[in-house]
């Protein structure tokens, strides 16, 4: 398998090299099998001859021009963490050459693929419309306002979509590398992950910070506050929206279009992480039911189960692992 990796100026150093380091590890593994010619060429390419990555490593790459046409094109996060630096850096000369080769490649069936903010490169050249995809969960709110023509689903690690992939947040760097490699051998995905101690992780839904998220919009914020401060009450959307002043189809619309779910899916977010919290203290079931609006520990148990696919012994301290 033929990989470019299409690195960028202001490239997440971990991302890059958990690519890197990741393929090297699979290519060395086959060795020691006896499997032959290495499984995996992989190729640093950019839009000139080197690049510096986000803690100014100086980086040389190939001009994406020079290379032969690959397998897959891969382009791992910018280090732009916040929605300003990330909306700037998508306006770079660097990244429309990028966005240019990616649409080029594609048109002749190259796979494309990205992981965490790298997935916005492949949204802005306009690959990822009318497909499925993923993204890391903390932008997830910018990603929809700027791409609503993508079928976003923030919950997921790995979403494969007509020739093109994406990757949750910056460890997906690790899950993405997984998925091209089972592509061309499971057995050796399966012993990569064994060697280099990575789980499987098919959602990112119990890494989310739903509070994180809530501050993408002065709305959705006051409405997280509100929540919190009743959250052993139960929900009613009606007196939630009475609480802050706008209509209930307002605050639904909202929530909605900041945070892909509805005002009661974000409470049941709410109500799993403070569940959490009382179960690494050690509070028994019942007060932690109570405490997260629930009259009854079966109702919770369901959730959680549903949300993170662990039941409450499992959360707790020592409990499965």
Not at 18 to 31: G, I, Q, R
Request: glycine letters at 10%; a positive charge.
């Amino acid at each position: 398998m033929r990989i470019c990796i299409y690195a960028l100026d202001g490239a997440f150093d971990t991302g890059l090299t958990a690519l890197l380091d990741t393929f090297d590890t699979a290519n060395e593994l086959a060795a020691l099998s006896g499997g032959g010619a290495a499984p995996f060429e992989v190729t640093v390419v950019g839009a000139g001859r080197r690049i510096r990555t986000a803690l100014g490593m100086s980086v040389a790459v190939q001009p994406a021009d020079d290379v032969p046409r690959p397998d897959w094109a891969v382009v791992p996060a910018l280090n732009a963490k916040t929605p300003p630096k990330l909306v700037a850096a998508l306006g770079r000369r660097d990244v429309a050459r990028a966005k240019a080769q990616l649409q080029a490649w594609r048109a002749q069936g190259v796979g494309i693929a990205a992981a965490c903010i790298g997935t916005f490169v492949l949204a802005d050249s306009g690959l990822l419309d009318g497909r499925d995809a993923t993204t890391t969960w903390s932008l997830a709110p910018l990603f929809r306002e700027r791409y609503p023509a993508v079928r976003l689903d923030d919950t997921r690690m790995i979403v494969s979509s007509q020739g093109v992939v994406t990757a949750g947040a910056a460890m997906g760097h690790l899950d993405l590398a997984l998925w091209l490699m089972r592509q061309a051998s499971p057995e050796l995905a399966a012993t990569v992950a064994k060697f280099l101690l990575i789980d499987n992780r098919s959602s990112q839904a119990q890494y989310i910070i739903p509070d994180f998220l809530a501050h993408a919009d002065p709305l959705v914020e006051r409405f997280e506050r509100w929540v919190r401060g009743n959250l052993s009450k139960g929900f009613s959307l009606q007196d939630g929206a009475a609480a802050l002043q706008v209509h209930a189809r307002t605050l639904q619309r909202r929530t909605e279009r900041v945070l892909g779910k509805s005002p009661l899916a974000f409470v049941q977010d709410l109500r799993v992480q403070r569940a959490q919290q009382l179960m690494s203290n050690g509070c028994d079931l019942d007060r932690v039911a109570a405490e997260v609006g629930y009259a009854d520990t079966s109702t919770l148990r369901s959730l959680l189960r549903r949300k993170l696919g662990r039941g409450m012994r499992e959360l707790r301290p020592g409990g499965g692992g």
